[in-house]
Every structure is written in C-alpha cells, then in structure tokens.
C-alpha cells in the first residue's frame, strides 16, 4: 500500500466546474505538497502546506493533520487547468518526497 | 536564473552502456534529489544530498550511483543500463534552511532514457 494515495485517478471536467481532488496519507509528515505536471512534462510546485488552509488564484488547498487529509480544489475551472496533479509528503533529513501516482484533468471547453 | 537545468533531455542506451544525467542548479540550494517516473505510476526517489559531499539513497537506488562535488552539481549514474531503468528522470532541487523548516522543491525539466 502506498504511504500517499490520490483520487480520483482521471477526471474529466467542463469549463467553469468546481473540481476537488483528495490525498490521503498514512504516516506522519513534515509538509504535505501540491505538484502540477504539464502535459510537456514540467513539474511545478503548487503548495506547500502542514496546516489550514492556502489560495493561490483560483487554487486552493487544505489539509487536516488529524485525519490525514489534504484536498485541492480549483474554482471555475479552464482547459488551460488540464494537466497532472500529485500530491506528496515530505519527511525526512532533506525533507525529500514521496509521491502519490496522481490525478489527470481533463477539462473540455 | 536558470533554476535546475538537466541533460541530456533525451537519451537511448543498449543494454550493459553506461551514461551520466547532468543536472545543475543556480539557487545555491543546499538539498538535491534524483527521482525516475514511469508510466502510470509516482515519481520514486532514486538517491538525494543534503550538501556538498554527502549523499544517501532512496527507495530506489539499486543500479545508479551519485556524487556531489559542489553545490551546483549532482550527477546521476548508470553503469550497467538495463530495461527496468527505462524512465523519465527529474533532479530536483530546495533549499534548506533549519531543522525545523519546509521548503518547495525545483524541478528539472526531465531527462527520457530509454534502454533498449
């Protein structure tokens, strides 16, 4: 069983929809981490959180320390949004991460 | 700022050769990592650094080697390629601060291996 698991897998969505994607972890961690993967391939790094709540435009994120939960939520959703997002935990010396297998959006026009 | 940069972007090896993906950062970020990705599944951590001349493994370090000279560099190594190591590898990169702190990590843009 994977120490970080994410859902749903896919996700097909229409432009302007509400979309949520959830992250479970089973051990603790330093921070837990919110990736975008372009579809050329590029990662970048979203959030960075290990309590609350972070906005960034129209992208939000939460976590619940106690349940071992964090969901990102993006609001009016854009085919520019189409992409892979992974969440992952950071634990460690060098704080490194370990990975869910990530979401693929798809939101259509 | 170039960030993290990596080479080569594309490579194929046969069987038993041996290469070095280069990857460089320009943050002076003290902490790097080497991670693979292959289809359908999380990006693995291969081996990191937490500084210039320590190293330490990963989940997944068996049939690659690291070094780490300069805060700059950290070279990953194939010695004997085999088919199972045919991935997409990202170097990352952060900064480190204290103990006590989280930072984001910076990726590469990836280097596709394929071993045939």
């Known amino acids: 069983k994977n120490e970080v698991e994410q859902s749903p897998q896919n996700l097909t969505a229409q432009e302007g929809e509400f979309i949520t994607i959830n992250c479970s972890y089973s051990v603790g961690i330093s921070a837990l981490h919110w990736l975008q993967q372009h579809p050329g391939g590029g990662i970048v790094s979203l959030f960075m959180l290990s309590s609350g709540k972070k906005k960034h435009g129209r992208l939000i994120a939460t976590i619940n320390i106690q349940e071992k939960h964090s969901s990102l939520h993006i609001t009016a959703s854009h085919p520019r949004d189409s992409a892979v997002y992974i969440c992952?935990?950071?634990?460690?010396?060098?704080?490194?991460?370990?990975f869910g297998s990530g979401t693929q959006l798809t939101v259509l026009p | 700022n170039a960030g993290v940069t990596q080479t080569p972007k594309f490579r194929i090896l046969k069987i038993g050769q041996s290469m070095t993906l280069q990857c460089a950062q320009d943050?002076?970020?003290?902490?790097m990592y080497w991670y693979r990705q292959d289809p359908g599944m999380g990006l693995k951590l291969i081996y990191y650094s937490v500084g210039a001349g320590i190293t330490d493994k990963g989940e997944v370090p068996n049939g690659y080697n690291v070094s780490r000279s300069t805060t700059e560099d950290f070279p990953l190594r194939l010695e004997l390629a085999a088919p199972s190591q045919t991935s997409v590898y990202f170097c990352?990169?952060?900064?480190?601060?204290?103990?006590?702190?989280?930072?984001?990590?910076?990726f590469g843009d990836g280097t596709r291996l394929s071993i045939l």
């Open positions: 992952a935990r950071s634990s460690g010396s060098a704080r490194q991460l370990t």
């Open positions: 990352a990169s952060s900064y480190g601060g204290t103990s006590y702190s989280n930072q984001p990590q910076h």
């Open positions: 943050m002076n970020h003290n902490y």
